[in-house]
């Protein structure tokens, strides 16, 4: 439901920029069918969407079905305001530092006054604020995160306490990491439509990587690899999961 919203704002708008492309995928879950990939640049608004439509297989009996479900057409979107923005599905370094507040590949965040106050929306739900003396985050399961930010000289310096206790952050442009002994630690990299995440924290590895250019993308998770990328007039397709699979091509037909 957090993603409904955005999917209706902008499908009335797709008509603008949308290549439709013909999909052949074996595997697991054989795909074939139609895949229109609208591209929408207006304003302080970019938006990345995809809409399936055709035969897969996940079984003997292939069925018509859509290969994504209704509302994860939404791939990539960002509302950059200067000093304050929105985005889905790209990370952004207002909340990554905080780390009460983990990675979810589908995440919508949401800043403010140069992300001196923020929300991040996810299977849980956070709120950050930050100024020259401290920081801090708290979320709806509970968890929190409390700092204090030390500039040095490029470098962004913050002793912190959370619920996962007391750690060390170092903050240097768009990258971070953050240690916290005897627990854990967090390296992320987040660029303007790129990210790479990655955490060890209680016993559990967590790893993340995005890369948006308009009709291509990889996501990467623990779980799942999404990958859509052009070779020369004609685009390698794949999802991998744990259960099922397909990987394939995908060929232009019209604009």
């Not at 074996?26 to 304003?43: K, M, N, R, V, Y």
């Not at 923005?85 to 800043?111: H, I, Q």
Request: proline share 5%; charged share 15%.
């Amino acid at each position: 439901m957090k993603r409904i919203w955005l999917v209706f704002l902008l499908i009335p708008l797709s008509c603008f920029a949308a290549t439709v492309n013909l999909d052949f995928a074996p595997g697991s879950a054989q795909w074939f069918g139609f895949t229109l990939l609208p591209h929408i640049e207006f304003w302080k608004v970019q938006a990345d969407l995809v809409f399936t439509g055709g035969v897969v297989s996940d079984s003997k009996e292939p069925v018509l079905f859509p290969l994504l479900k209704p509302f994860d057409s939404l791939k990539y979107l960002s509302l950059d305001f200067d000093t304050s923005g929105v985005k889905f599905s790209m990370p952004d370094m207002s909340w990554l530092r905080y780390s009460n507040v983990d990675y979810e590949p589908y995440t919508t965040s949401l800043w403010a006054f140069n992300g001196a106050i923020g929300g991040v929306v996810q299977e849980d739900y956070s709120i950050f604020f930050r100024s020259s003396y401290f920081s801090i985050s708290l979320s709806n399961n509970g968890s929190y995160h409390l700092g204090v930010p030390l500039k040095f000289y490029n470098f962004e310096l913050e002793p912190f306490v959370s619920n996962y206790g007391y750690g060390l952050e170092i903050v240097y442009q768009n990258a971070l990491i953050f240690v916290i002994p005897n627990v854990g630690m967090r390296f992320a990299l987040a660029l303007n439509r790129m990210y790479f995440f990655l955490q060890y924290m209680g016993f559990e590895t967590k790893i993340g990587f995005g890369w948006f250019n308009k009709d291509e993308w990889i996501i990467a998770t623990n779980e799942s690899i999404d990958f859509r990328k052009k070779i020369l007039d004609i685009y390698l397709i794949a999802k991998f999961e744990k259960e099922r699979w397909y990987a394939g091509l995908s060929f232009p037909v019209f604009w």
